[in-house]
C-alpha cells in the first residue's frame, strides 16, 4: 500500500505562483512512477504532470511552460511549482501513483482568484 498527502494549496492572485507537495508513505524511487492530476468544479479529472524513476518528465499541453514537477527521492516526497497562474487552473490538485494498484491522495485545493 501507499499514501499520499499533498499540501501546499490556497489562495493565490492571478500571475502568483505555489508550490504543492505530494510526500509518499513508500519509497517514490522503488515506486518509479508519480503524476499529478487536478479537477476542476463540474469537470473530469485530468493529468497535469508526471515524472519518472529516471527523472524523465512529461506535461499537460495546459500548463507546459509553467509548471515544474520535481522530486527528492530522500524525503520520499514530490513537489509541483506551479507559475503563472490564472483562474483557469482553479481545482483540487491530486497526487497519484501506480504502485502497482493505483493511488490516489485526498486532494488539495488551489483556487486562483483576484
Known amino acids: 500500500q501507499v499514501q499520499l498527502v499533498e499540501s501546499g494549496g490556497g489562495l493565490v492572485q492571478p500571475g502568483g505562483s505555489l508550490r504543492l507537495s505530494c510526500a509518499a508513505s513508500?519509497?517514490?524511487?522503488?515506486?518509479?512512477?508519480m503524476q499529478w492530476y487536478r479537477q476542476a468544479p463540474g469537470k473530469q479529472r485530468d493529468f497535469v504532470a508526471g515524472?519518472?524513476?529516471?527523472?524523465?518528465?512529461n506535461y499537460a499541453d495546459s500548463v507546459n511552460g509553467r509548471f515544474t514537477i520535481s522530486s527528492d527521492n530522500a524525503k520520499n516526497t514530490v513537489f509541483l511549482q506551479m507559475n503563472s497562474l490564472t483562474p483557469d487552473d482553479t481545482a483540487v490538485y491530486y497526487c497519484?501513483?501506480?504502485?502497482?494498484?493505483?493511488?490516489w491522495g485526498v486532494g488539495t485545493l488551489v483556487t486562483v482568484s483576484s
Open positions: 497519484h501513483t501506480w504502485a502497482p494498484m493505483e493511488y
Open positions: 513508500r519509497s517514490i524511487f522503488s515506486i518509479g512512477n
Open positions: 515524472i519518472s524513476r529516471d527523472d524523465s518528465k
